[in-house]
């Protein structure tokens, strides 16, 4: 949900940009700093990913989680709302 938001956000930015400043649009996409948000929620995205991969890893289906279950719900929040 983090990475659409953020994809969403940097659209509607560059979109505002070209309305009012048409010409900086080929110069910004050119120069790729427009892009720059774009691939760090990527990046992003991809880190996400790995943390629920080792979240997932680290579980043991014979125990009982009961505080366990909340940690990783609150590592998975810290993650995607970083």
């Known amino acids: 949900i983090g990475a659409a938001y953020g994809t969403a956000k940097v659209g ?3 979109a505002g940009a070209g309305t009012f400043r048409p010409e ?4 910004v996409i050119f120069i790729y700093s ?3 948000p774009v ?7 991809v ?12 579980m043991d289906p014979n125990k009982p989680y009961t505080l366990f279950t909340f ?5 998975g ?3 995607d709302l970083a």
């Open 12 to 14: 509607i930015g560059i």
């Open 47 to 58: 880190y996400r990913l790995v943390i629920s991969v080792l979240i997932c890893g680290s």
């Open 39 to 45: 691939v760090m929620v990527g990046i992003i995205a």
């Open 77 to 79: 929040f810290t993650v």
């Open 71 to 75: 940690i990783h719900l609150g590592s």
């Open 24 to 27: 900086l649009i080929m110069k």
């Open 34 to 36: 427009s892009l720059r």
